[in-house]
Structure formats: C-alpha cells, structure tokens
C-alpha cells in the first residue's frame, strides 16, 4: 500500500466513523423539540439531562470503534482541513442563514428555510474536500438542501423544522457511512482474527 493509499484510508476511518454521528444528529432533534419547548424539554434541568445522556453515548461508540479497528492519527493535511471545515462552518451556517432569512435589514428574505440549507452545505462541503462524495452524501445531504431551498417555507422561521431535518440527515448519513466503513475496513472484531491467524 503506497502512501495516498494509506492516506486514504485514514481519512475514510476519520469521516466514515457514522456511528459518532447518530448521536450528533439526535442532539440536533433534541435541540429542536427544546426550543419549542416540548414537555417535559420545557424544564432546562430535564433538557441538559437528556442533552448529556445523549453526548455520553459517544464514549461507547468511540471505544467500539477504537476496540475493534484501532486508532488512526489524521494525518497533518487532515487537521488543517478538519480546522478549515470548523471555521468555515460558522459563516455558512450562521452567515448563510442570515443572508437568506432574517430580520436583518440586508436580508434577502427569500421563503427557503436556511438552517437546512447551511447545514446541508457543510454536509455537502466538508465530505467533498475532507473525503469525497460518496453515492449516499449527494443524495441525503443534497436532498437536505434541495428541500431547504423549496420555497415553500412561508410564515413563521422554519429554523427548527431545519435543525430538526438536519438531525434526522446526520442519524440516516451516520448509519450509511458506518456501513461503508464495514464494507472498507471489514466486520467488528476482524483485524483481531487477521492479527490471531498471522500469530499462528
């Protein structure tokens, strides 16, 4: 294996990692049902609560994970990229939802719902630069933003009707990257038994 090879390999291990993302995607869902304080999310103790059980889930993935196909360091080019993705992040989601629908008086006040939209942009852009776009991420992340730009959205800020799409793109997304990732790297537990054989 040459060194792009390997390369590539890293980043599919770093962005393929889909079930980091479920739940990523159901903070989105829960942020959405708190802001419009949905019993019992209405209580802040109960919305933490449920918003810190969530992000706990997370250890277990990343020892699954890590348990069963090992560690991968980014490479250099990888961290500059996952700094780029974040910085760039705030003003295509922030930026882009206040351009498009706001009450700031250069908005363009277009019926679109932006929150989909900026996030289905950084969906689309950082898997085009970070890995490349697979079948499964121009349709879910395109879909996502296909859907935001309808304009259909009229009346009251559909800003949590977006965040709530969102969520449920990063569950359906993170599943189908995990099962790419299994098609790449094989089933849980099989370096272990490549490892056992070679020792034999």
Do not use: C
């Amino acid at each position: 294996m040459d060194r792009k090879q390997l390369e590539g390999a890293g980043a599919a291990y770093t962005y393929l990692r889909g079930l980091i993302g479920i739940p990523a995607g159901l903070m989105m869902v829960l942020a959405a049902l708190g802001n419009w304080r949905i019993p019992p999310l209405d209580i802040d103790a109960v919305f933490l609560a449920v918003l810190l059980a969530i992000a706990l889930t997370t250890l277990p993935i990343l020892r699954y994970y890590n348990e069963h196909y090992g560690r991968v360091r980014p490479t250099a080019k990888q961290d500059r990229l996952t700094v780029l993705l974040t910085v760039l992040a705030v003003p295509v989601v922030l930026g882009g939802s206040l351009l498009l629908r706001s009450r700031a008086s250069w908005s363009l006040d277009l019926p679109v719902n932006p929150v989909a939209i900026g996030i289905a942009l950084m969906g689309l852009i950082s898997y085009a630069i970070g890995l490349g776009l697979k079948g499964h991420h121009v349709i879910i992340w395109g879909g996502l933003l296909v859907i935001g730009a309808l304009p259909v959205w009229k009346g009251a800020d559909p800003s949590n009707i977006g965040l709530l799409l969102a969520g449920l793109v990063v569950i359906l997304n993170g599943a189908l990257d995990h099962r790419l990732f299994v098609r790449i790297f094989g089933p849980a537990g099989a370096l272990e038994s490549e490892d056992s054989d070679a020792g034999a």
